[in-house]
């Protein structure tokens, strides 16, 4: 069985060494390591050296006794401090996609997923518009019509957290999602909520970006995919592209260039995230890209 096992810790001699002791025990094969060290900044130095990153793609014999494997991981996990996982590479996430009235996102992630280039499982479709309601249905994907207004807000987040807890879900996509999420389901959710954001953050957030980056003359224009936090738009950043544009191009053109650049962007978030190449790190994120 192929395992995916993803740590971070304190910094400190002997992790490595620990850790590759404890697979050779149990005959495990190290198919694929990645690892980083993060120093703190200058204002933490006196808590501590850093931060120690580890993601390790391992192959288990046939007949490896897991539950002595976890319980030798869990203690290498107490001995270091260290926050660590173990899962099959194989597993597909539990994923809800949340979309509003444009649906390009919706549909790349769709395709990704039926042709198996993405691991994901996708468990429901939310929307607050009936756009969508076909293609997710035509696949079998159960849609929920949840429209939101000031004075439904907090009813209809609850239903997305009853929602959550019955599929399952570990990652809430907001793929194109023009309804800002509350602070609460921000905070509860965090590091399993990404977002795809029409600019190249920081610049022009909020409303329109497109055609403030026009009235601006700029001469880029990108996308950003990043996980949601309660701070609009600050949440830590996954993944980003850009594109060259020029004088030519009026707002319109760079809405259908930019329509393409999100979907790719955030289909290379998802696939990032959900292979475990990524770490929050506070407000930045580690990433061991393919």
């Not at 690892?35 to 050296?49: C, E, H, I, N, V």
Request: glycine fraction near 6%; hydrophobic fraction near 40%.
């Amino acid at each position: 069985m192929t395992m995916l096992l993803k740590m971070t810790c304190p910094d400190q001699p002997g992790v490595v060494a620990d850790l590759s002791a404890r697979l050779l025990t149990f005959r495990c094969n190290i198919l694929e390591s990645n690892q980083y060290f993060q120093p703190a900044p200058k204002s933490r130095r006196d808590d501590g050296l850093g931060s120690f990153f580890m993601r390790v793609l391992l192959a288990t014999p046939e007949g490896t006794d897991m539950t002595a494997l976890r319980a030798s991981i869990d203690a290498f996990a107490e001995k270091f401090s260290a926050d660590i996982s173990l899962r099959s590479a194989d597993d597909l996430v539990p994923t809800i996609l949340m979309v509003s009235k444009f649906d390009h996102c919706l549909q790349d992630i769709l395709y990704r997923v039926q042709k198996g280039s993405l691991p994901l499982n996708i468990v429901a479709v939310v929307s607050n518009h009936a756009d969508s309601r076909n293609n997710a249905e035509r696949l079998g994907i159960p849609f929920y019509l949840w429209s939101v207004d000031k004075d439904n807000k907090v009813e209809q987040e609850a239903k997305l957290n009853e929602l959550v807890e019955r599929t399952g879900a570990e990652l809430i996509v907001l793929a194109r999602y023009m309804q800002i999420l509350s602070d609460d389901f921000s905070s509860k959710h965090f590091g399993k909520i990404i977002n795809i954001h029409h600019s190249f953050l920081p610049a022009f957030k909020g409303a329109k970006p497109y055609h403030r980056a026009w009235e601006r003359g700029v001469k880029m224009i990108g996308a950003t995919a990043h996980y949601v936090t309660p701070d609009l738009d600050e949440g830590p950043i996954i993944e980003q592209g850009t594109e060259r544009v020029s004088h030519t191009d009026d707002p319109d053109e760079l809405i259908r260039l930019g329509r393409d650049i999100e979907a790719r962007v955030l289909s290379r978030a998802l696939r990032l995230h959900s292979e475990g190449r990524v770490f929050i790190d506070g407000n930045r994120t580690v990433v061991f890209s393919r």
